[in-house]
């Protein structure tokens, strides 16, 4: 169960790279749902993840393989789990037309998982897509990446 929680995204903050053309209401709105979607994770907030992700969700997890939309929320909203405070570093917000999107960063997930501690380093990009007035993830791949060569703080 814990390597397929720590094959997901994490909350936190840091400056997001974006296109240069990009409108900034786009920026704005992208980061503001990518923004909520990490931290009802972090909160493991199941109701907020089933109205944010959806329904034919494709997750791809940091082993490669696929999963959908019941997966990934079992994975962040088990009882005996919990997250530490997490930062997100070399953010990326892109624009992919008038109703997608993409965040993508890099960070280290760190918690307990049955009382057992656990951290990974990360890199994960999520797709969003605009549905009506509100937005969903849509496609989530994640890359485990070597702790040891994570930049010191």
Do not use: C
Not at 5 to 28: R, S, T
Not at 48 to 60: K, N, W, Y
Not at 121 to 150: C, K, P
């Amino acid at each position: 169960m814990r390597e397929m929680i720590a094959a997901v995204l994490a909350f936190g903050l840091a400056a997001p790279a974006v296109a240069a053309d990009a409108p900034a209401g786009e920026i704005a709105e992208i980061r503001a749902f990518a923004d909520a979607f990490d931290a009802a994770q972090i909160a493991q907030d199941r109701a907020a993840l089933g109205r944010m992700v959806a329904d034919d969700l494709v997750f791809i997890d940091g082993s490669g393989k696929h999963y959908g939309k019941a997966f990934f929320i079992d994975g962040w909203t088990g009882a005996e789990d919990d997250y530490d405070p997490v930062t997100l570093s070399d953010r990326v917000i892109l624009p992919l037309g008038k109703d997608a999107g993409l965040a993508s960063a890099e960070t280290i997930l760190s918690g307990r998982s049955a009382g057992t501690p656990f951290r990974v380093r990360i890199r994960f990009t999520d797709i969003f897509r605009r549905h009506g007035n509100s937005w969903q993830a849509t496609y989530i791949h994640v890359t485990r990446m070597a702790l040891e060569d994570a930049p010191k703080p």
